[in-house]
């Protein structure tokens, strides 16, 4: 398996608070997602990254920010964490946009209460 | 943009039967086309690809083909064993590069 872990596995959050989900590689692929998996929807792009500091939107991104300060570090972040974000969410690398093969790490359950 | 539509949404089948599920596509600039199978609480793994450059692509058992006329894409699982039993994903390239993937198969291989 490519060398990609997300933390935490689960986490369970009330209404309102900030939540933050991060994601490690160390394949030093360029390219890095986030996407939600919802029942009768596959998986949804998020946010992307395309290099350090270098972020763009995805098809469902209001709601959620993204940071990346290191090749290897992905952080996804609901500031205020809503029940509509109950899901699971993943993270993905890529050695290209779109081209390739993207790995996807475990996954992170995340409920909000 | 660009609308991933993929039928069935559950599929079950006896051992030893094949299984085809298509998908169809809206964006004609669409070039890559992956296929992932998801087990129950596990990531979504690859496990074909096809680009826009050819029409069928084989691997083992399972085969992707692709009309690009018709938009359309097909992925053909021979001689079904139960572990081939998980969640189907297609998904196409779109706009600039960004994947939009289909809502998913649940197949089902019965002994």
């Known amino acids: 398996d490519a060398g990609i872990t997300q933390s935490p596995r689960h986490k369970v959050t009330e209404t309102g608070t900030p939540v933050t989900l991060r994601c490690h590689q160390t394949e030093n692929h360029r390219y890095m997602y986030w996407y939600r998996q919802d029942p009768g929807h596959g998986l949804r792009l998020i946010h992307y990254?395309?290099?350090?500091?270098?972020?763009d939107k995805g098809e469902v991104s209001d709601g959620y920010s993204v940071s990346r300060s290191k090749t290897e570090d992905f952080l996804l972040t609901l500031e205020s964490a809503t029940s509509s974000q109950t899901s699971v969410y993943f993270c993905?690398?890529?050695?290209?946009?779109?081209?390739?093969?993207?790995?996807f790490g475990q996954g992170t359950r995340l409920t909000v209460v | 943009g660009e609308n991933v539509e993929q039928h069935p949404s559950t599929l079950s089948v006896q051992e030893g039967d094949s299984a085809v599920i298509k998908c169809t596509y809206s964006?004609?600039?669409?070039?890559?086309f992956p296929w992932y199978k998801q087990e129950l609480g596990k990531r979504p793994q690859l496990i074909i690809d096809?680009?826009?450059?050819?029409g069928e692509k084989k691997d083992q058992r399972i085969a992707v083909t692709l009309n690009k006329t018709a938009k359309h894409f097909s992925l053909h699982i021979t001689e079904t064993q139960p572990e081939d039993s998980a969640v189907y994903f297609c998904?196409?390239?779109?706009?600039?590069?960004?994947?939009?993937f289909g809502a998913g198969t649940r197949l089902t291989v019965k002994p």
């Open positions: 998904a196409a390239s779109y706009n600039n590069n960004d994947m939009r």
């Open positions: 993905a690398i890529s050695q290209t946009h779109g081209e390739t093969e993207a790995f």
């Open positions: 964006d004609s600039a669409s070039n890559y």
């Open positions: 096809i680009r826009s450059n050819v």
């Open positions: 990254s395309y290099g350090v500091k270098d972020t």
